[in-house]
């Protein structure tokens, strides 16, 4: 069964504290990871997607790294914006035709100024 | 806005009610998928749909859950005789391609999703 464990549950920062979330998976042959960012009564919002270990994506202040066992969401310099809770996803070469998305329990980043 | 949209975004209910909820997902999207997110969770898989086709239904699905997509655009989730159990965030998704090859992968984009209490 595929699984995600997300690390810390919780993080809290100051404003240009730099630091990292990490999402440990097991999942039989990897598809894709998903990062996504959600914000208080909204619904996930799509970051990045990693497809093979050795693969770096950046957006703004957030850059996401795949190794063969975890993904790590690293925030250079965060601002009290980027508060929310940051979910990974893990889809697996064989969830058949659906493709669904197993996700961890997400990390509530508060960012404080 | 051309995002998933959900109606309604609050429901309140009494517990042996029925509730139905609606999904429009991205006009290209040709797949949709339903989810339901407890506090302090991530969201955990339903229902998919390829096109106006039901193809995977989650063990999480119970007989009181039904999910259709008539014409292969919206969406709708029907709980019958709700139950407190059933009091969560039910969030809908479509997806596009990503990728190609080895790289195939279909990156799914979420609706605001609807909160629904259960008294």
């Known amino acids: 069964e595929d699984q995600v464990t997300q690390s810390p549950e919780a993080l809290r920062l100051q404003e240009g504290e730099s630091s990292s979330l990490n999402c440990s998976y097991t999942v039989s042959g990897l598809r894709g990871l998903f990062w996504y960012r959600q914000d208080p009564g909204k619904g996930p919002e799509f970051l990045f997607t990693l497809y093979s270990a050795g693969e770096e994506k950046e957006k703004e202040r957030l850059k996401a790294t795949l190794t063969k066992k975890e993904s790590f969401l690293h925030i250079t310099a965060p601002k009290p914006e980027d508060s929310a809770t940051y979910l990974c996803?893990?889809?697996?070469?064989?969830?058949?035709?659906?493709?669904?998305?197993?996700f961890g329990s997400g990390t509530q980043l508060t960012v404080l100024p | 806005d051309t995002g998933v949209s959900q109606d309604p975004r609050h429901k309140i209910t009494k517990r042996g009610q029925n509730v139905t909820f609606r999904c429009d997902p991205i006009s290209e999207h040709n797949r949709l998928y339903w989810y339901r997110q407890t506090l302090g969770q991530g969201p955990e898989f339903l229902t998919y749909f390829q096109n106006e086709a039901q193809l995977e239904k989650s063990r999480l699905l119970s007989d009181r859950f039904s999910a259709e997509r008539p014409k292969g655009s919206f969406s709708t989730l029907e709980i019958q005789r709700t139950e407190q159990g059933d009091s969560a965030m039910y969030l809908c998704?479509?997806?596009?391609?990503?990728?190609?090859?080895?790289?195939?992968?279909?990156?799914?984009?979420f609706g605001p999703g609807t909160r629904l209490t259960v008294t």
């Open positions: 998704a479509s997806s596009r391609k990503s990728g190609q090859g080895a790289l195939l992968t279909y990156e799914q984009y």
């Open positions: 996803a893990v889809q697996a070469q064989y969830s058949g035709s659906a493709r669904q998305l197993t």
